[in-house]
């Protein structure tokens, strides 16, 4: 099968540490594996689990996943679809948060909490050592963020984590990050039309926009999420008049801008398609010149 997601580049995490990890330059979120509200099984059990074998037959190394997502659901897709695992396939999980009996999202964050995450991950996905562990930035945390941050290099130097990464985050806080230890990945929404902050579950994701000049300048892979969900509102007509001018539809045409924005943007468009998970990766194909990306703005 053809290599798509190589298509996009590589890139590398953890550059400046003594473990660092190449990946294709455009991943796969599984969040939209779950059912309605990222809760429960998906409503299509095969597909979804065709899915996941899809994308990494088609060059895609780099899973993103969560233990809350489902209850766990993603995780238990990734291990039946794909263990045992390709020798260059990254799995990258995010902890600080849980979901509760109503569906809710909550605050998962103390030392504690942390572990526990973590182990049941391990656990879950048959693993000695995550990759890449991304501590996701909740309102109203019981506990000071540099004592989760903290907690997480702990983990980092008893092995259980190959590489800490901060999602949700304002660039102050990773500033606060970068002073306590080796931030290796940042994970925030990010789109053409959606940079700043998107209210979603009650709580504000801070954009892109924020924390790319930082990224760039310490070589730290920024991995947009919610790339396609909030990217594409009517009366956005720059992008569908490109899209229409190279022939593929206003999601590639996103996807297209976020790989030609910065060479330290790694997307993950999740999806519960097999149709749209090959119309995504095809997107790695497309070249905007730069007059294009100057039309775009």
């Known amino acids: 099968m053809e ?63 969560a233990d ?8 238990r897709l990734i291990v ?27 605050p998962y964050a103390t030392p504690d909490n942390l572990r526990a995450s973590i182990d049941a991950n391990l656990r879950t996905m048959k693993l000695e050592q995550m990759a890449v562990v991304h501590f996701r930035m909740m309102p109203h945390n019981p506990v000071p963020f540099e004592e989760s941050l903290d907690a997480m290099f702990e983990l980092q130097k008893e092995g259980k984590i190959r590489h800490v990464g901060l999602s949700n985050v304002r660039r102050k806080d990773l500033e606060k990050g970068l002073e306590r230890g080796p931030i290796a990945t940042v994970e925030n929404l990010y789109s053409y039309t959606q940079r700043t902050t998107f209210t979603a579950h009650g709580d504000d994701n801070p954009g892109g926009e924020e924390v790319l000049p930082l990224c760039e300048q310490h070589q ?7 790339s396609l969900l909030t990217a594409l509102p009517a009366q956005e007509n720059r992008v569908s008049e490109l899209a229409q001018k ?19 943007l790694l997307p993950i468009p999740g999806t519960s398609s097999l149709d749209h998970l090959a ?6 194909s497309i070249s905007l010149t730069d007059e294009d990306m100057a039309y775009l703005g």
């Open 279 to 284: 119309e995504n990766l095809a997107a790695a």
């Open 68 to 75: 809350y997502y489902g209850r766990d659901i993603t995780n």
């Open 220 to 226: 730290i892979p920024l991995i947009p999420f919610f």
């Open 3 to 65: 290599n798509w997601a190589e298509k996009a580049g590589k890139l590398v995490i953890g550059r400046a540490s003594n473990a660092p990890i190449e990946v294709n330059r455009l991943g796969y979120g599984t969040m939209r594996l779950t059912g309605p509200g990222v809760w429960g099984e998906p409503a299509d059990r095969s597909q979804a689990l065709q899915i996941l074998k899809k994308a990494v037959a088609s060059g895609v190394n780099f899973l993103d996943t």
């Open 80 to 106: 039946e679809a794909l263990h045992p695992y390709p020798a260059d396939l990254i799995i990258c999980t995010k902890v600080g948060a849980t979901r509760g009996d109503d569906k809710s999202w909550l």
């Open 246 to 264: 190279y022939g593929v539809t206003n999601a590639q045409m996103n996807l297209a801008w976020l790989l030609h924005k910065s060479p330290w």
